[in-house]
């Protein structure tokens, strides 16, 4: 079937890494029209290309515009610190403890002064709200040591102020909340899996190619750490802008693409770097999609590799995404693994390397329609064939009698003559 199809592509000698593909001369933008245009030539071809809806870092190039209901951020104000940058975080930090020594040392000044402690600094005969408090600074440094329970022991409170007391313990509870509330969001900042991801890789490339005679589109995905995620699963979305019968256009469209839900490949053993698969069948987005319309065509693959932090516990999530220029027709990964003396050895310098294949160029429903055509063939010209070589025997058998009855006799005639 494979010499009979004239869409091969043949194999090279040496297996090629994959390349960036050229735009045709009249596609790329004229040095001159860069020029006019205030931008080099190489920037303003950039620009021209397509804009990724997911980075092939997994940061989604998506922001939010014109948000009105910003209250909304307040009422879940954890979550908000949680997902600030860390300079706004840390600025947060520290303001939230500034900001009560501060108010609570204004507090105490004030009642020294409204007591007339103040006024009273070298009489030994005055009971002070606080001893040894003679001023703003006092006060501040009083509050510091309330809150965070140093305790000198130079400044005390004396049992004769209740309202100090009472603001005491104020001071104490509220401490202790300001504490919980910002420790444990530097702490689920710290612990977030998001670095995790880091060593989660994806090729840079998509290959289609063929298995088992049916085309698939395959990525590489691998962990580099020794400790393994848990529970991991594989999911890619087909993100495309399509227009119904109504008229109504979706932009940025998302439709499932299938690698292996309903079989559980989907759930992976991420040991070693894995090639994820997606058989083009009638129910792929790719089912009508040959080689040149995959090169004219404008979509984006986002992949989403989720699983268990085998160290925290924590759920870890890492994305990637493939644009048209990055699906490699008729292309196949090279070989990572290599068994070793008493191991198996992961060659990362591979893990990105693909080498062309013959593949055919036209579709997987027009791949599968002459399938269907050569079986249909062969089943009609088996019968056909049997039932010649029957007409045959049955010619010869006939020739055969007439030979027989014509110039042989029978042993009763021979008996009776």
């Not at 071809?45 to 092939?56: H, L, N, P, T």
């Not at 108010?103 to 606080?130: K, M, N, Q």
């Not at 693909?354 to 089943?379: G, I, K, N, Q, W």
């Amino acid at each position: 079937m494979a010499k009979e199809n004239s869409a091969f592509s043949a194999i090279p000698e040496t297996p090629v890494s994959e390349s960036k593909v050229a735009l045709p001369p009249s596609r790329q933008l004229k040095p001159a029209l860069a020029r006019r245009l205030g931008e080099e030539p190489e920037k303003a071809e950039k620009k021209r290309g397509r804009q990724r809806y997911v980075e092939k870092d997994g940061k989604c190039n998506v922001q939010h515009g014109n948000v009105r209901e910003t209250y909304r951020y307040l009422t879940d104000i954890f979550t908000t610190l949680v997902d600030l940058k860390w300079r706004f975080s840390l600025l947060v930090f520290v303001l939230a403890y500034a900001i009560t020594w501060l108010f609570f040392g204004l507090i105490w000044w004030f009642i020294a002064y409204c007591r007339g402690d103040l006024d009273h600094l070298g009489d030994d005969a005055w009971t002070p709200c606080v001893n040894n408090l003679n001023g703003f600074v006092s006060a501040f440094l009083f509050s510091i040591e309330t809150e965070t329970t140093i305790g000198y022991g130079h400044r005390v409170i004396t049992d004769k102020c209740p309202e100090g007391i009472i603001l005491l313990l104020l001071q104490a509870i509220l401490g202790s909340m300001v504490n919980a509330f910002m420790v444990g969001c530097m702490f689920v900042k710290i612990s977030q899996p998001n670095k995790r991801a880091e060593t989660l890789v994806f090729s840079t490339h998509a290959v289609i190619s063929l298995r088992d005679d049916r085309l698939c589109l395959m990525f590489r995905v691998g962990d580099l750490r020794n400790s393994h995620i848990v529970e991991a699963s594989i999911r890619a979305k087909l993100i495309k802008s399509k227009q119904t019968q109504e008229g109504e256009f979706i932009p940025l469209n998302q439709t499932d693409i299938n690698v292996g839900f309903e079989t559980g490949d989907d759930r992976l053993f991420l040991v070693s770097p894995l090639i994820i698969s997606h058989e083009i069948n009638e129910h792929s987005p790719f089912w009508e999609v040959s080689k040149d319309q995959l090169q004219k065509d404008e979509f984006e693959i986002v992949v989403i590799l989720e699983g268990m932090v085998e160290a925290t516990g924590m759920t870890c999530q890492a994305r990637s995404s493939y644009l048209v220029d990055e699906v490699l027709w008729g292309h196949r990964f090279m070989s990572v693994l290599s068994l070793e003396d008493g191991f198996y050895e992961v060659d990362y310098n591979s893990f990105h390397l693909t080498f062309e294949v013959p593949t055919p160029t036209c579709s997987a429903r027009e791949l599968s329609e002459a399938a269907a055509r050569m079986d249909a063939h062969l089943y009609w010209s088996i019968p056909s064939q049997l039932d010649e070589k029957v007409e045959e025997g049955t010619e010869k058998g006939g020739d055969g009698n007439k030979e027989r009855n014509g110039n042989l006799t029978s042993p009763e005639s021979e008996s009776k003559v």
